[in-house]
């Protein structure tokens, strides 16, 4: 539903770029009134005029203005400002009183439909531009199939529209080859662009922006494609492309960072971003001792005390759970943080409870059932999965992820986490790396704040490693549970039961494991 939601807002702007670029087409008829000094030029008349069948051979093209206008366009050049499609020979732009002459180099070829668009760049003699783009079509034989296709071409990493690029629409035969000549477009500030009367087969819609300014899509432009089919069956409608546009790269994605969140959990940061189409199950993790810094330091020091610890490392280091991206680890956390909250509610309702002695229990928020929720639940509403989709409703890419292990790493001993498998934004492989790192003791327990589960760690015992914690999330609720009346008691420990059965479906660790430390 929210996929859905956010194409249908999309959509509704795309199809307002195609009201507005048949709004132009229709302005072609002489205006209203006399021009005025401030008022936008106005194309007053074409040659070939719209809808004209032509003969094959000659290339010129005329379009008059209501007005006199500048030789100087606002930005580029004359022959920018003018764009012929399909590109079937090199367009030449040049000035005249009455407005500009094109010549398109090569004459216009057999059995085609040409479209003629005038960007609107061309300025008056106040500086007055253009208000809209002007367009129309002519033909050398075929007739005009009534179709549109109607696109936006985004950021594949922000999501952002990207402005200002060129377009092409490239043929696809049967063996997926694509045809030489392109029908070519522009896109506009908001990076919507439009194709009218193609004719109907397979497209593959490439959009980039021209840094060498050749007219092509070169290796060092940021560019993208998209599939498109166009009148298939005799059906003749407006198409929708999305297009992610994206810097060329020629590099995997590094290992740039590791931290430990708490005892069970590391978060681990890229130089580059990750394809969202690969699933992090491709990512491989692992954690061990770094033997050679620990050799170095003994040797330095002749720490007995880090030996005994790496000695007692070894016997428990933890392999890897799961990897998840930041949202979905945050979203347990919160869950569990809720069952927290509500278990200290119930716990005062206990206490009134027991200082009426024998009064009925009264009505508490925190112990009604939803209260309590369960691992994974999903908050903030569609706007905040919105942001995690890109305009096409594929993955936003994230250079974050949070490696979950199954028991509580060794403190205080020199690390060495490794991950391989990762592929970058632009489906590189080979992407990885290794980092060392030591998950730090936090303070004693009178003064340190509970970790991002909730459960503080005790200090370490006489040789350095953790002391196992009292699973809190697991024992609260059942101990609770037995003072309370069986209506109360359900709600409490119902989100438990449903996320133990989801792990052991799963084949991952259920609440007690999750909060071990």
């Known amino acids: 539903m929210r996929r859905e939601g956010r194409t249908g807002a999309v959509v509704t702007l795309l199809a307002g770029a195609l009201l507005l670029l048949v709004g132009a087409c229709a302005r072609q008829g002489a205006p209203r009134g006399g021009p005025e000094d401030r008022r936008p030029p106005q194309v007053l008349s074409v040659e070939p005029d719209t809808f004209a069948l032509v003969e094959p051979g000659q290339g010129r093209i005329r379009i008059a203005y209501n007005e006199r206008i500048s030789e100087r366009p606002q930005s580029g050049t004359l022959d920018d400002a003018v764009t012929v499609s399909p590109r079937t020979g090199e367009v030449r732009v040049s000035h005249s009183r009455a407005g500009l002459n094109v010549e398109l180099l090569g004459g216009f070829r057999p059995g085609t439909v040409y479209r003629v668009t005038v960007e609107p760049v061309i300025v008056d003699m106040f500086n007055n531009p253009m208000a809209v783009p002007f367009e129309w079509a002519f033909s050398t034989g075929p007739d005009f199939e009534e179709n549109a296709v109607v696109g936006l071409a985004f950021d594949r990493v922000t999501g952002e529209p990207v402005a200002g690029a060129r377009v092409q629409a490239v043929g696809v035969d049967?063996?997926?080859?694509?045809?030489?000549?392109?029908?070519?477009?522009?896109?506009?500030?908001?990076?919507?662009?439009?194709?009218?009367?193609?004719?109907?087969?397979?497209?593959?819609?490439?959009?980039?922006?021209?840094?060498?300014?050749?007219?092509?899509?070169?290796?060092?432009?940021?560019?993208?494609?998209?599939?498109?089919?166009?009148?298939?069956?005799?059906?003749?409608?407006?198409?929708?492309?999305?297009?992610?546009?994206?810097?060329?790269?020629?590099?995997?994605?590094?290992?740039?960072?590791?931290?430990?969140?708490?005892?069970?959990?590391?978060?681990?940061?890229?130089?580059?971003?990750?394809?969202?189409?690969?699933?992090?199950?491709?990512?491989?993790?692992?954690?061990?001792?770094?033997?050679?810094?620990?050799?170095?330091?003994?040797?330095?020091?002749?720490?007995?005390?880090?030996?005994?610890?790496?000695?007692?490392?070894?016997?428990?280091?933890?392999?890897?759970?799961?990897?998840?991206?930041?949202?979905?680890?945050?979203?347990?956390?919160?869950?569990?943080?809720?069952?927290?909250?509500?278990?200290?509610?119930?716990?005062?309702?206990?206490?009134?409870?027991?200082?009426?002695?024998?009064?009925?229990?009264?009505?508490?928020?925190?112990?009604?059932?939803?209260?309590?929720?369960?691992?994974?639940?999903?908050?903030?509403?569609?706007?905040?999965?919105?942001?995690?989709?890109?305009?096409?409703?594929?993955?936003?890419?994230?250079?974050?992820?949070?490696?979950?292990?199954?028991?509580?790493?060794?403190?205080?001993?020199?690390?060495?986490?490794?991950?391989?498998?990762?592929?970058?934004?632009?489906?590189?492989?080979?992407?990885?790396?290794?980092?060392?790192?030591?998950?730090?003791?936090?303070?004693?327990?009178?003064?340190?704040?509970?970790?991002?589960?909730?459960?503080?760690?005790?200090?370490?015992?006489?040789?350095?490693?953790?002391?196992?914690?009292?699973?809190t999330f697991a024992v609260a609720p059942v101990a609770l549970a037995r003072r309370l009346p069986t209506a109360l008691a359900r709600p409490l420990l119902d989100p438990l039961f449903r996320e133990a059965r989801r792990a052991r479906a799963g084949g991952r660790p259920g609440p007690s494991a999750i909060v071990r430390r």
């Open 174 to 471: 049967s063996l997926g080859r694509l045809d030489s000549i392109p029908q070519v477009s522009r896109m506009d500030d908001q990076g919507l662009f439009a194709f009218r009367y193609l004719p109907a087969g397979e497209y593959r819609v490439i959009g980039f922006l021209d840094r060498d300014r050749d007219g092509e899509p070169g290796p060092n432009d940021t560019r993208g494609s998209a599939p498109v089919t166009v009148g298939r069956g005799g059906v003749t409608d407006t198409t929708y492309a999305f297009v992610p546009l994206l810097s060329p790269d020629t590099t995997p994605a590094v290992l740039a960072r590791a931290e430990f969140i708490d005892s069970l959990a590391l978060r681990v940061d890229f130089d580059d971003y990750l394809d969202p189409v690969v699933p992090l199950t491709d990512l491989v993790a692992s954690l061990d001792v770094d033997q050679e810094l620990v050799d170095s330091i003994v040797a330095g020091t002749g720490d007995t005390l880090l030996v005994a610890r790496v000695r007692a490392a070894r016997t428990a280091m933890p392999r890897v759970s799961r990897i998840v991206l930041p949202k979905v680890w945050q979203a347990e956390v919160d869950s569990l943080q809720r069952i927290t909250d509500s278990l200290a509610i119930a716990e005062v309702a206990i206490a009134a409870a027991d200082s009426t002695a024998g009064d009925p229990l009264p009505a508490q928020p925190g112990l009604d059932a939803p209260a309590f929720g369960g691992l994974g639940a999903e908050e903030g509403g569609e706007d905040e999965e919105d942001r995690d989709l890109l305009p096409d409703g594929t993955p936003r890419p994230v250079q974050q992820v949070v490696v979950v292990f199954m028991s509580p790493v060794p403190a205080e001993v020199p690390l060495r986490f490794t991950v391989d498998g990762a592929v970058n934004v632009n489906g590189l492989q080979g992407g990885g790396g290794s980092i060392g790192l030591r998950r730090e003791l936090p303070p004693p327990p009178d003064t340190a704040a509970a970790d991002s589960l909730g459960a503080p760690e005790l200090s370490p015992d006489t040789i350095g490693v953790d002391t196992f914690e009292v699973d």
